[in-house]
């Protein structure tokens, strides 16, 4: 399908489609929209970035706009999960976007603030209602919202919800449903219990499925600068200096080193913020907003609280810290050269984290091509054969051990102590957690 004209979409929503810059379907969306303008249960193989939340968000306002009737007080007409508070968020808004042109309304749920304008924002009822799985339940607990008069529902990431431990506050939110509903499940990955959640939600529903994140990853030019740890700051400075570098996120592997890293870009003049953890919703949320608009120009993010991040023209993703599960490098990267956009991802490799990036190429079955021509270029790193670090220094919390240090390159059993922060030597022989993440 070559339009979203052709897809038979209203007028309005053409309209803001035109304002938005989108001249052509993507291809969730030229797959999905048509079985859902009919009407049909949908089961959505694709994952952030690939224009899904449009795939569900335009056919949606099109019934709408075909079926206008008033929600009930304290009711939705649609109802879309999502995991986290930042994608809701995300997803109110693309609705809100896409519906300029025509009447429309929608409330946002989710936790972490208080829920006193959320039960306001639902009480005459709203056409659509975005919401995080615990807050709403919440709030269906205590009366203020009525689930019985859905017409859709969407469960949007619906392997990250489970993944995030939702599936019981999933299972009390569907028992709420009405039986008689339009139901779409969108989900990036595919293991047998999101097969069993789409077998006993959907109805015949149709299954269109995008091609797999390789194919954005293939579009993203990779680097790696080698450097050494003591110069990675300054190394930094000169990447993110340079005119192409329109909107950019760099990943720390701690809280307390993206703190460090966005204050030293803030005080040498380049508009920086951090979001992790440990930083309030509302500091997030002035952060991400900050990072829209473009008065920021790098947000410093460790990998939790990039998740939420959705935000068009990332021109360039730099990795301060590689990460220590490859996966997560493929997720780093995907922040950029979104929606059929180009993008450059360059990591800084320090000689301990030599090893990291060897288990990377392999994940992503490439070498990623060093950048040698730097003044911050670093042979010794580039050959270094240390053992990976190990995180968190012995200290207690979150961060802390990761059980040993594990064995790189030629398998020397041991880490030498390495210096400041991110450092500690390292039992022989112990098995390293591969899997630990660091928010
Ligand atoms: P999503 O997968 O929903 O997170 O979408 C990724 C980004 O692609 C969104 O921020 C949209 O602004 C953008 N996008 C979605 N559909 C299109 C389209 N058809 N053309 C251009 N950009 C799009």
Request: aromatic fraction near 4%; charged fraction near 25%; include cysteine.
């Amino acid at each position: 399908m070559s339009s979203f004209k052709a897809l038979g979409l209203a007028a309005p929503i053409l309209q803001a489609l035109d304002g938005e810059g989108y001249t052509t379907p993507t291809p969730i969306q030229a797959g999905a929209i048509p079985h859902l303008m009919e009407g049909k249960d949908l089961l959505g193989l694709a994952q952030t970035g690939t224009g899904k939340t449009a795939a569900f968000a335009l056919p949606i306002l099109h019934y709408l706009l075909e079926h206008p009737r008033k929600a009930a007080p304290r009711s939705a007409r649609v109802l879309v999960l999502a995991p986290t508070r930042e994608l809701v968020a995300q997803i109110g808004d693309n609705f809100a976007a896409y519906a300029r042109h025509m009447k429309f309304s929608h409330a946002v749920i989710f936790g972490g603030v208080g829920q006193n304008r959320q039960v306001e924002a639902m009480k005459r009822g709203v056409d659509v209602m975005v919401a995080a799985p615990g807050r709403l339940l919440d709030l269906v607990g205590q009366g203020h919202i009525d689930l019985s008069t859905l017409e859709i529902v969407v469960l949007d990431e619906a392997d990250r919800m489970l993944d995030m431990g939702f599936v019981h506050d999933i299972r009390r939110i569907v028992a709420r449903l009405p039986e008689k509903r339009q139901t779409l499940l969108f989900s990036a990955t595919m293991p047998s219990s999101i097969r069993e959640l789409a077998h006993s939600l959907l109805k015949d529903p149709e299954t269109v499925q995008v091609t797999p994140e390789s194919s954005t990853v293939d579009r993203i030019r990779q680097a790696v600068l080698f450097v050494d740890s003591t110069q990675k700051k300054e190394a930094l400075m000169m990447l993110v200096n340079s005119d192409r570098v329109v909107r950019a996120v760099v990943f720390t592997l701690m809280k307390h080193e993206a703190n460090k890293v966005a204050e030293y870009l803030s005080k040498n003049g380049i508009p920086a913020a951090a979001i992790h953890g440990n930083k309030s919703q509302g500091a997030r949320e002035r952060a991400m907003q900050g990072f829209r608009d473009g008065s920021v120009r790098v947000l410093v993010a460790t990998d939790i609280a990039a998740r939420g991040i959705d935000v068009d023209e990332v021109s360039h993703v730099f990795n301060y810290d590689l990460p220590n599960v490859p996966e997560a490098y493929v997720h780093r990267i995907g922040r950029t050269a979104r929606a059929g956009r180009d993008g450059w991802a360059v990591s800084l490799c320090d000689a301990e984290q030599r090893a990291w990036l060897r288990d990377i190429e392999k994940r992503i079955g490439k070498a990623v091509p060093v950048i040698t021509d730097h003044p911050y270029h670093s042979a010794d790193a580039q050959n270094s054969t240390l053992p990976p670090p190990v995180l968190g220094g012995g200290r207690g919390g979150r961060g802390g051990r990761n059980g040993g240090g594990g064995r790189a390159g030629g398998g020397r059993g041991r880490s030498s102590q390495q210096s400041g922060s991110r450092s500690a030597g390292a039992g022989q022989g112990g098995a390293r957690n591969r899997r630990r993440r660091f928010s």
